[in-house]
């Protein structure tokens, strides 16, 4: 069941404050809301919190045989869940328009631009190989009646593309894989984490999505962090995955609203600076949360 749309009056109201460069929750057009991150018992198990957008990711590794034209990778699946405890819009048993883009999306950010080395993840060549399962479940997303699939997964309640890639970003960094040895005959030792210590993934870059909303009145404005209502009514939206190093791994613009060559420049230039202060920020909660889990650093 679709929420319904708003309604005139809001709509007028929406863009009058725009006009008056006012957004709805006071806040300033490239100001983010607050962000919060705490860890569960286990390594790799997260909750992710952007304004009212709460994101549960949980990372579990087991060994399996490696699929036969990649002997030397890993595998790596990424599961998504909207259930009716994010919004009553949700059905149980059915997948949604959001959670497909939701998927879809965090499966380019993470997967397909080769975030997580997979080689690494090989034990035995042809044998034995480490598979990576990412799951996320939306605990609390405000609605969303936008059509577009890259509105809708940025959408949710606003930030739940942003919310859920930085939940996804945490659980990888927070997460370790169990020791393993492989012995002369081809046997593989798994090794308890009480005998030696768990092992790290390894890393290529860590991409931070950063969502904008925008609206074309007498000139363009662009809405870092777009809550719901923001989204419903925006012109179009720019969703960019990046690295503190400035490297692009998604760029998905939706929506009909044209952008001049600077405005999206000024936004990739505001994306770089929001990716560093999230990785900054995210190493910290992640050391803090090992050094209280006694979890040796590597």
Excluded at 27 to 37: A, K, M, N, T
Excluded at 51 to 60: F, Y
Excluded at 82 to 95: D, I, V
Excluded at 280 to 294: F, G, M, P, Y
């Amino acid at each position: 069941m679709r929420p319904p749309s708003p309604s005139i009056p809001e709509k007028d109201f929406f863009f009058a404050a725009l006009d008056q460069d006012v957004r709805l929750d006071g806040r300033g057009f490239l100001e983010p809301r607050s962000l919060d991150l705490s860890f569960g018992a286990e390594l790799g198990h997260v909750e992710c919190s952007l304004g009212k957008t709460r994101v549960l990711a949980h990372v579990d590794a087991k060994m399996v045989r490696p699929e036969p034209q990649r002997p030397f990778e890993g595998l790596i699946s990424i599961h998504c869940e909207l259930s009716p405890m994010a919004g009553a819009e949700y059905e149980p048993g059915r997948s949604s328009e959001e959670e497909t883009a939701l998927a879809r999306h965090l499966d380019k950010i993470f997967r397909r631009s080769d975030a997580i080395d997979r080689e690494a993840l090989c034990v035995l060549t042809g044998e034995r190989v480490w598979h990576l399962r990412l799951s996320v479940h939306v605990l609390s997303a405000a609605s969303s009646s936008s059509s577009s699939d890259a509105a809708a997964a940025a959408g949710g309640g606003g930030g739940l593309l942003d919310c859920a890639s930085l939940a996804c970003a945490a659980a990888l960094r927070h997460f370790r894989r169990p020791e393993v040895e492989v012995h002369g005959t081809g046997e593989v030792t798994v090794y308890a984490p009480e005998a030696r210590a768990p092992v790290p993934l390894a890393l290529h870059h860590t991409p931070f999505c950063v969502s904008f909303a925008g609206r074309s009145s007498l000139k363009v404005r662009m809405l870092l962090d777009p809550a719901g209502l923001e989204l419903r009514l925006a012109h179009g939206v720019l969703v960019l995955a990046l690295t503190a190093q400035r490297e692009l791994a998604v760029v998905h613009k939706a929506g009909g609203l044209p952008l001049a060559p600077e405005t999206l420049i000024g936004a990739v230039e505001i994306a770089a600076r929001r990716a560093r202060e999230l990785e900054t920020w995210l190493d910290v909660h992640v050391r803090d949360d090992w050094a209280r889990k006694n979890v040796e650093v590597r």
